[in-house]
């Protein structure tokens, strides 16, 4: 007797966050996609079209043949396997070739910067809703921003303050409402990360007047977060080298589309930079600690 079954499914309850989190999987760019496969069937085309001809011409070896009779055995020097090895260092080669030009697709290519990677997150969280029509400010929800290294992302009780009342039976909030009562936080897919060797800090950006738009582009414009600058060193560097222009009054960090060169003189920059001293590092252990 088997009890294998509809039994065992009274067993635990699915946990739907734990399925969220399987389902959110960073999303395949077709463009991207089609261009590696592009690249890869080339490569193993090469391999398909040497191998078999290579493998043909070694194989005639031993035997001599003049009109169609067999004449004359060559004596074998080497076992009838050693034929092979050449095709064997060719596959081999090729396949190790692949790899080291897959790797250096991979690391050269903009792709690893994650410029326009945007994930699928498991709940659709539109920031144009909260951000642009509601008007919820970003600080409401990312409050480490001016105080810590980290944005932060919100708890669930933050949506539930409003989420309790607004939309308290939408089906769209089923895993907010499921987070809350189970106290474990939505598994929200990361879209910016520096690699481990990078130091970053939010607050010292947002206190002297950095946007969030400049290193993350009109958040408050997206119905789901992409990926919207290329964060990579010479990005960081273009600002350090020269700040003034990248500057705004502190109340306006988080006024997204807020534009300062519409609405300030040209001698606020320079002034600014003066007044509070801003001097951001171009040595390398200011970022690589
Ligand atoms: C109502 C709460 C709320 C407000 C207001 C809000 N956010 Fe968010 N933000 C979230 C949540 C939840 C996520 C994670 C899900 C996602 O990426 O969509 C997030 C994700 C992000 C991310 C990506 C984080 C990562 O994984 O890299 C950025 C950047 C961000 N928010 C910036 C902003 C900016 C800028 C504003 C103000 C214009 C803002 N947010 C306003 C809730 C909020
Ligand atoms: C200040 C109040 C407030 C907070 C905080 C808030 N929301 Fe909302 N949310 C709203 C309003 C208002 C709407 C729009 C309701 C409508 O469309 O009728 C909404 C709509 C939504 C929707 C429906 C889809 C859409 O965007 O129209 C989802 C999903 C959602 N919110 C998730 C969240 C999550 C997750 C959080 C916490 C990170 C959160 N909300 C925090 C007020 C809030
Ligand atoms: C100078 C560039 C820069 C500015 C300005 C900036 N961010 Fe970020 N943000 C980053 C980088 C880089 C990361 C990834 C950090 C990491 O990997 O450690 C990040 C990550 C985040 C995250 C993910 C959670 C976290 O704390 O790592 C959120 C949310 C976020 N930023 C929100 C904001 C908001 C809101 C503002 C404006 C008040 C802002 N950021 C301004 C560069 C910036
Ligand atoms: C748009 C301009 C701008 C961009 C882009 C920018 N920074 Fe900065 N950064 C600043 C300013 C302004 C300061 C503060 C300088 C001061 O207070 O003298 C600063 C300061 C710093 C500091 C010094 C922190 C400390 O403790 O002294 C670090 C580290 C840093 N930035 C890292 C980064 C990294 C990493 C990136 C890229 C992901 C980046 N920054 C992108 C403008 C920028
Ligand atoms: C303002 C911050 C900042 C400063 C200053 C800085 N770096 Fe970087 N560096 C970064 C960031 C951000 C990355 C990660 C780029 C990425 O994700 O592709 C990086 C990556 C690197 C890498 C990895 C290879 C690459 O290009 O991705 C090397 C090597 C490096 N930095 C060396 C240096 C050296 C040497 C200096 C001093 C001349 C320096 N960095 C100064 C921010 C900085």
């Given amino acids: 007797m088997t009890r294998a079954g509809p039994g065992s499914a009274s067993h635990g309850r699915p946990n739907p966050l734990a399925a969220a989190a399987a389902r959110c999987r960073p999303r395949l760019d077709p463009a991207r996609a089609a261009a590696v496969a592009g690249k890869m069937s080339f490569l193993l085309g090469l391999g398909g079209v040497t191998i078999p001809s290579l493998e043909q011409s070694l194989q005639t070896g031993p035997v001599k043949r003049a009109g169609g009779r067999v004449e004359e055995f060559v004596p074998a020097i080497f076992p009838k396997w050693a034929n092979r090895l050449p095709v064997m260092v060719m596959a081999a080669v090729l396949w190790v070739g692949g790899g080291v030009t897959a790797g250096v697709w991979y690391y050269f290519t903009p792709k690893y910067t994650r410029q326009g990677y945007q994930p699928i997150q498991p709940v659709n969280f539109s920031h144009a809703t909260h951000a642009d029509q509601v008007g919820i400010d970003c600080r409401y929800c990312h409050d480490?921003?001016?105080?810590?290294?980290?944005?932060?992302?919100?708890?669930?009780?933050?949506?539930?303050?409003?989420?309790?009342?607004?939309?308290?039976?939408?089906?769209?909030?089923?895993?907010?409402?499921?987070?809350?009562?189970?106290?474990?936080?939505?598994?929200?897919?990361?879209?910016?990360?520096?690699?481990?060797?990078?130091?970053?800090?939010?607050?010292?950006?947002a206190r002297r007047g950095v946007s969030c738009d400049h290193c993350h582009g009109a958040i408050h414009q997206m119905e789901e977060v992409a990926h919207a600058q290329p964060l990579s060193m010479a990005f960081c560097l273009d600002c350090h080298r020269r700040p003034a222009p990248n500057l705004r009054p502190l109340d306006q960090v988080t006024r997204l589309d807020w534009e300062p060169h519409q609405h300030l003189p040209a001698d606020w920059f320079a002034a600014a930079v003066n007044a509070w001293g801003v001097n951001p590092p171009s040595h390398c252990a200011a970022c690589h600690r």
């Avoid at 039976?169 to 089923?174: K, R, Y």
Wanted: charged share 20%.
């Fill in 144 to 205: 480490g921003v001016e105080t810590s290294g980290y944005a932060n992302l919100p708890p669930t009780a933050i949506c539930m303050n409003c989420h309790n009342q607004v939309l308290r039976d939408d089906p769209g909030l089923a895993l907010v409402r499921e987070s809350h009562d189970l106290e474990k936080p939505v598994p929200w897919v990361r879209v910016h990360r520096l690699p481990d060797y990078v130091y970053f800090h939010h607050a010292v950006h």
